[in-house]
């Protein structure tokens, strides 16, 4: 059974530092890694996802695979008060396309 | 473009009570279709999953079940509510291993 690990948090953040968010995953086959927003009372949105190949970039967010240590990491530069929400880390088990979701961490930036 | 639409938002129901949940899927064909929930401080349970009509896996044993009458449209059932189904369900459809979800729906039994 795949696994995925989150710090739970809270983890807060001044507006305008570097928001730092860990997942750990216990499949070392695990070829792929998305990442997840979900605001409070609302459903979770795919933000980022990355392939075992390389790390991802796409405007303040970056998605960084550590395979050898077997954790991927998202970080959201200049944070926002707007990123202020849960981040859930997912990989994929290699059936019937759904995904095995961390817990998720929350994170709050403060103005 | 792919759509999902998922109602109600907010359902309150009593113990016992029956309950029917609906999500269709717009703008694709044969969509892998999931139910998850998300119990308070909890993270995402995947309950049902189907790939095609009539097509139902079941990931956890409970009171609820799930039906695939058409292609794109997949629903949640319970004959009895118990307390312990209140939470915050979530339909998503697949496309290759990227899951969407739709809006959800806040199930509050009592």
């Known amino acids: 059974q795949k696994e995925v690990e989150q710090n739970s948090g809270p983890l807060s953040v001044p507006e305008g530092a570097i928001a730092s968010l860990n997942c750990t995953y216990s499949?070392?086959?695990?070829?792929?890694f998305f990442w997840y927003r979900q605001y409070s009372g609302k459903s979770p949105e795919l933000i980022m996802f990355?392939?075992?190949?390389g790390d991802k970039e796409d405007g303040r967010f970056t998605a960084q695979l550590n395979k050898a240590s077997q954790y991927v990491s998202l970080l959201i530069r200049d944070s926002q008060p707007s990123d202020s929400a849960t981040y859930l880390c997912?990989?994929?088990?290699?059936?019937?396309?759904?995904?095995?979701f961390g817990k998720g961490t929350k994170l709050s930036v403060k103005p | 473009s792919q759509t999902i639409h998922q109602w109600p938002a907010t359902l309150v129901q009593p113990v016992g009570s029956p309950l029917s949940l609906e999500c269709t899927v717009e703008?694709?064909?044969?969509?892998?279709l999931y139910w998850y929930r998300q119990a308070a401080g909890r993270g995402l349970q995947l309950l049902f999953y189907?790939?095609?009509?009539?097509?139902i896996s079941s990931e956890v044993p409970q009171n609820l079940s799930a039906s695939r009458p058409q292609d794109r449209q997949f629903i949640l059932s319970s004959k009895k509510l118990l307390l312990s189904d209140s939470g915050f369900y979530l339909c998503?459809?697949?496309?290759?291993?990227?899951?969407?979800f739709g809006s959800g729906t806040q199930l509050s039994v009592l």
């Open positions: 990355i392939y075992s190949n």
């Open positions: 189907s790939v095609g009509i009539g097509q």
């Open positions: 499949d070392r086959g695990s070829q792929s």
């Open positions: 703008g694709t064909s044969n969509p892998n």
């Open positions: 998503a459809w697949s496309g290759g291993e990227k899951l969407f």
């Open positions: 997912a990989v994929p088990p290699g059936s019937q396309g759904n995904l095995i």
